[in-house]
Each structure stands twice: as structure tokens, then as C-alpha cells.
């Protein structure tokens, strides 16, 4: 079936180092693409999205392009803070009713 | 803005016994969904609602019923709780088809 693999974590960074979250998919058709992010004892927030191939979403210093040639959305950030350390994850949209399937989570710990 | 409130934040159940857990949401959106979060799975939708007096099931419907009591509050019950239910649920509202879903806090749900 239909399926979001990203990398697993933990991911440990020094702060300003630079993140990756590698993320692959496979659907049929073009789904909307997703990061979402949970920081520690909260749910989860939109980070940014990309609706369509060659679309970059950004936010907050992360961005991510959507590569239909390779079905992936990997996640980057140029210098990681402290406060990025939480649990990344990558979905896609499933049908037009904004049902999501989500990857399993990459947890980032961002050290001093 | 109070966005998604979910209630209650932790709940010890022993097996067999029933709750209800309840979500509510103040942004006018029409969709709102039931999803639940386990290591290493990410979040896999439970059930959903595209809009007031509709629900339908998600990927993990078993073991669980819903109730769109009105466009702000979508419940979900455990008729017979299992330890297999032991998770942490996650409510989410969004408008139709975005894919852009605004979550609560959670509840974090063990059954002994």
C-alpha cells in the first residue's frame, strides 16, 4: 500500500549545525505534502506544506521541495537552535477530504 | 483562541471498561479527526468526520465508535478498553480538503 518512510531518529545536532530529515513516499497521483511538528507534551503544528511538484514550502528557517522525480520531501534547516529539538513528521494527504498518513516521526535533540 | 480542546489529558483505564473521549474546536471547521499516536507508527487515523452529521472510518476503526454531536465536537469511544488501546489520541480539525489539520494536546490512554 500507499506509504511516508522518513529516516529514524534520534537525530543530535550541536546547535547551528545543519538538518536533514530525509523523506520518501509512494501514492498514486500527486498528494499534498507535509512536515508537521511535536514538541515535547504538545500536539502537533503544520510546519509547511507543498501542494504541487517543484513547490517549496518554508517555514520558520525549514524549508522542503516537493520532487516528484524522486517522491520525496526531505526537510532542512540551515542552523538548528535549541528550541527546534522535537519530533518531525512527514505525511501526505490521502484523498480530498484532508485525511493525512503520516511517516512514523523523526525525534531531533538540538545540544548546547 | 482555544482552537482544539481535548479532554481529559490522561486516563488510566482497566480492561473492559468504557470512556468517551471528548474534543471540541472553535474555528468553524467542517472536517475533524481521530488519530492515534504509537512509538515507532506515527499517527494513524482512527475515524473521521468531513462534516456535521457524517463519520467515517479510518485505518484503525476497530475497537472504537464516534459521535459528530455537532459542527464543533466529534467524540470518541471505547466501548471495551484493551491494553492494545493503550496510545496517545490525538483530535484534529481542519477545513475540507486542505490537509492543513490543527491537533489538541492529546490524551495519553493506558489500559491495564
Known amino acids: ?112 | 483562541n482555544a482552537g482544539v480542546t481535548q479532554t481529559p489529558k490522561f486516563q488510566v483505564l482497566k480492561t473492559g471498561q468504557s470512556m468517551t473521549l471528548q474534543c471540541a474546536q472553535d474555528m468553524n471547521h467542517n472536517s475533524m479527526y481521530w488519530y492515534r499516536q504509537d512509538p515507532g507508527m506515527g499517527l494513524r487515523l482512527i475515524y473521521y468526520s468531513a462534516s456535521e452529521g457524517t463519520t467515517d472510518k479510518g485505518e484503525v476503526p476497530n475497537g472504537y465508535n464516534v459521535s459528530r454531536l455537532n459542527k464543533r465536537e466529534f467524540s470518541l469511544r471505547l466501548e471495551s478498553a484493551a491494553p492494545s488501546q493503550t496510545s496517545v489520541y490525538f483530535c484534529a480539525s481542519s477545513t475540507t480538503g486542505t490537509g492543513e489539520a490543527f491537533f489538541g494536546q492529546g490524551t495519553r490512554l493506558t489500559v491495564v
Open chain 1, 1 to 112: 500500500g500507499d506509504s511516508v518512510t522518513q529516516m529514524e531518529g534520534p537525530v543530535t545536532l550541536s546547535e547551528e549545525a545543519f538538518l536533514t530529515i530525509n523523506c520518501t513516499y509512494t501514492a498514486t497521483g500527486y498528494p499534498s505534502l507535509f512536515w508537521y511538528v511535536q514538541y515535547p507534551g504538545e500536539g502537533l503544528q503544520l510546519l509547511l506544506k507543498a501542494t504541487k511538484a517543484d513547490d517549496k514550502g518554508s517555514n520558520k528557517g525549514f524549508e522542503a521541495t516537493y520532487r516528484k522525480e524522486t517522491t520525496s520531501f526531505h526537510l532542512e534547516k540551515g542552523s538548528v537552535q535549541v528550541s527546534d529539538s522535537a519530533v518531525y513528521f512527514c505525511a501526505r494527504s490521502t484523498d480530498s477530504w484532508g485525511k493525512l498518513q503520516f511517516g512514523a516521526g523523526t525525534q531531533v535533540v538540538v545540544t548546547p
